[in-house]
C-alpha cells in the first residue's frame, strides 16, 4: 500500500524558516518513473503547487516562491523534505504531499498525474 | 509558465443534475492536462487524467474530454458525494500549475 505523510511544525514565527518533511511507503524514491510535489492551501482558499522533486534528483519550483523554495529527498529514510525560507502569515496553510506517477494516455505517450496524496499538515505562521 | 483558467469559479446543482466545468491553457498542452476532487478538509484526488482517461474506481457518470487549450469535466446524474471542489492541472511542463477551481455546490 502506498502511503504518503507529512510531518513539521504547528505554529512559525514570521521571518523563521519552515520545514516540512514527507514520508513515504510502498514505492522507492528511486523509482525513476516517479516523483513528489508538495502543494498548500490557505483556509477556504485554492490549491497551489509548490515544488517537484523528481528519481533524478532534478527539481523545479513555483515561480511567485522559486527564491524562498527548496527540496530535496532522502532516498534511504523514504523521505522529501521541504523548506520554506522567511516565512509570513500569509504562508498559513495546509501543506500536502503527492506522488506523480506515470499513466499510459490515449494520445500514445505518458501522462504524469498526483495518484496517491498525503493527509495535509496545518500550519500557521504568527508571532 | 502555463497558466489555467477553469469556469466558473463556483456552481449549484441538484442531485440528478448534469454538470459541465471548463479548464483553459495559456498554450497548447495535447492531452496533458489532469482532474482532481478535493472534498472539505480532505486531499485531493485524482478523478481523471490525460484529459479522458477515468482513473480506477471513480463512477462513469465522470467524463473528461478536450485537447490543445480547451478541455471539459462532465458530471451526469450528480450524486450528493459528488459536491465537492475541482481543480484542472497541467502535466505538460514543469512548473506544474493548477487551476484556480470549480466549487459544485447543492443548489
Known amino acids: 500500500q502506498v502511503t504518503l505523510k507529512e510531518s513539521g511544525p504547528v505554529l512559525v514565527k514570521p521571518t523563521e524558516t519552515l520545514t516540512l518533511t514527507c514520508t513515504v511507503s510502498g514505492f522507492s524514491l528511486s523509482n525513476p518513473t516517479m516523483g513528489v510535489s508538495w502543494f498548500r492551501q490557505p483556509p477556504g482558499k485554492a490549491l497551489e503547487w509548490l515544488a517537484h522533486?523528481?528519481?533524478?534528483?532534478?527539481?523545479t519550483f513555483t515561480t511567485s516562491l522559486k527564491t524562498r523554495l527548496s527540496i530535496s529527498k532522502d532516498t534511504s529514510k523514504s523521505q522529501v523534505v521541504l523548506a520554506l525560507t522567511n516565512v509570513d502569515p500569509v504562508d498559513t496553510a495546509t501543506y500536502f504531499c503527492?506522488?506523480?506517477?506515470?499513466?499510459?494516455?490515449?494520445?500514445?505517450?505518458?501522462?504524469?498525474?498526483?495518484?496517491?496524496w498525503g493527509q495535509g499538515t496545518m500550519v500557521t505562521v504568527s508571532s | 509558465d502555463i497558466q489555467m483558467t477553469q469556469s466558473p469559479s463556483s456552481l449549484s446543482a441538484s442531485v440528478g443534475d448534469r454538470v459541465t466545468i471548463t479548464c483553459r491553457s495559456s498554450q497548447s498542452i495535447s492531452d496533458y492536462l489532469n482532474w482532481y476532487q478535493q472534498k472539505r478538509g480532505k486531499a485531493p484526488k485524482l478523478v481523471i487524467y490525460g484529459a479522458s482517461i477515468l482513473q480506477s474506481g471513480v463512477p462513469s457518470r465522470f467524463s473528461g474530454s478536450g485537447s490543445g487549450t480547451g478541455f471539459t469535466l462532465t458530471i451526469s446524474n450528480l450524486q450528493p458525494e459528488d459536491f465537492a471542489t475541482y481543480y484542472c492541472q497541467q502535466s505538460h511542463s514543469t512548473p506544474y500549475t493548477l487551476g484556480q477551481g470549480t466549487k459544485l455546490d447543492i443548489k
Open positions: 522533486i523528481f528519481s533524478t534528483d532534478e527539481k
Open positions: 503527492a506522488r506523480t506517477k506515470p499513466y499510459y494516455g490515449n494520445s500514445g505517450h505518458y501522462v504524469d498525474a498526483f495518484d496517491i
